[in-house]
């Protein structure tokens, strides 16, 4: 798979999307979310594929949304156009799938990384939305997905000011799951992620969309749902060997379909 802003790499059951504008830090354009959207689409296809990476450089997950594009863009553009819910395919993704941010996450960059499954943070992270600076506010879920993670108080003021908080900050209060030596990121997610891969994939995927419906409708509705899809996996070849398998004290073997 060939993109202009973005590199895909297979491991084994794991894809991994590698943000790659090294000259804009990452820069959000038009461009990088066809891309993104287009590598989304073709591993999600893929049923050898059981988890996804998203990740950036070293340097920079992404440094927002790009600010040279952006600037000259009229209100009937932005209108006619619906800018940014293109953004929100990766949102949509049904598969796990995982942001290891190393560096910046600003403004769209930490919209994107707050779309994925769960963040991984190298010591090195930094989180933001700055666009306050920029005279305009976040328009990627920031207001609501990072109000959701850290709370209001918290939230308020990361777009109040536009500062940006330490890996260790984002894990204290809940945007990160954990925090990574720089060097080991990207090699730990893909153990996290191939850990994921190679559990059932139906099971991976329905327990991703139970645990978002946390955030969607009520406790009564959410678990519901959430036995009802329990319920149904016991349909599942998957849910036989899961058992069989610790019965017999071997692996189990999943996706064998
Ligand atoms: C376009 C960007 C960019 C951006 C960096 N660059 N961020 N280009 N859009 N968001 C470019 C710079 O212009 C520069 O290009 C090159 O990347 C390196 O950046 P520097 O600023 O020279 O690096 P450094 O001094 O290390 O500072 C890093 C930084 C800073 C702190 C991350 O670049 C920065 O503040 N960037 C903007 C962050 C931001 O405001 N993001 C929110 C964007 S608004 P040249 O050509 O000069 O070398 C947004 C709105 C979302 O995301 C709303 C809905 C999606």
Redesign the pocket.
């Known amino acids: 798979m060939e993109f202009e802003t973005v590199q895909v790499e297979t491991h084994g059951r794991v894809g991994l999307i590698r943000l790659h504008r090294p000259?804009?830090?990452n820069?959000?354009s038009v461009q990088l979310i066809k891309d993104l959207s287009a590598a989304l689409d073709a591993l999600e296809a893929d049923r050898t594929i059981g988890c996804l990476i998203l990740t950036g450089s070293e340097r920079?997950f992404a440094?927002?949304?790009?600010?040279?594009e952006m600037q000259n863009f009229t209100y009937p553009d932005t209108y006619l156009d619906d800018f940014?819910t293109s953004?929100e395919r990766l949102s949509r993704t049904r598969k796990p799938i995982i942001a290891a941010v190393s560096g910046?996450a600003?403004?769209?960059?930490c919209?994107l990384a707050m779309m994925c499954d769960f963040i991984l943070a190298a010591d090195t992270a930094r989180f933001g939305q700055?666009?306050i600076?920029?005279g305009?506010m976040?328009?990627?879920g920031g207001t609501q997905r990072l109000t959701r993670f850290v709370g209001k108080s918290k939230a308020m003021e990361m777009c109040l000011t536009g500062r940006m908080m330490d890996a260790v900050e984002a894990e204290r209060c809940g945007l990160v799951s954990r925090i990574i030596p720089a060097a080991d990121l990207v090699e730990e997610a893909l153990k996290v992620a191939a850990n994921i891969a190679a559990m059932s994939l139906p099971v991976a995927m329905m327990t991703k969309e139970s645990v978002n419906r946390a955030y969607e409708t009520s406790l009564a509705e959410g678990i519901r749902f959430e036995r009802r899809v329990f319920q149904s996996q016991f349909a599942l070849a998957d849910q036989k060997e899961g058992m069989a398998a610790f019965i017999a004290k071997r692996p189990a073997e999943f996706n064998k379909e």
């Open positions: 000259q804009a830090l820069a959000i920079a440094a927002g949304a790009d600010i040279k940014i953004w910046v600003l403004g769209g960059g919209e700055p666009e600076r920029l305009v976040p328009g990627s």
